[in-house]
């Protein structure tokens, strides 16, 4: 299991990278499926409150980089 500051860790090093990600991209359509794949390990295993924590820090991420947080971006439970 993830403690709090290794999950912030690993969402800030997602975060970080985000925004020259983006700037990067040549087909927008990668993103989704690449966004996910990086997420997924991340929050694999956390407990509600912590899954609930990362959702919220990514849905914000990921309006500050102007994604659609309305998208599904992590996996299911």
Not at 18 to 47: C, M, T, Y
Not at 59 to 67: E, F, G, Q
Request: net charge negative; glycine share 2%; with cysteine.
């Amino acid at each position: 299991m993830t403690s709090r500051l290794q999950l912030d860790i690993e969402l800030a090093r997602l975060e970080r990278m985000l925004p020259h990600w983006r700037s990067s991209l040549r087909d927008e359509a990668q993103f989704w499926p690449q966004f996910k794949a990086l997420v997924e390990p991340i929050v694999e295993g956390l407990n509600p409150e912590d899954r609930r924590y990362a959702e919220e820090r990514i849905a914000r991420m990921l309006t500050l980089n102007h994604c659609d947080p309305g998208r599904r971006h992590l996996p299911d439970e």
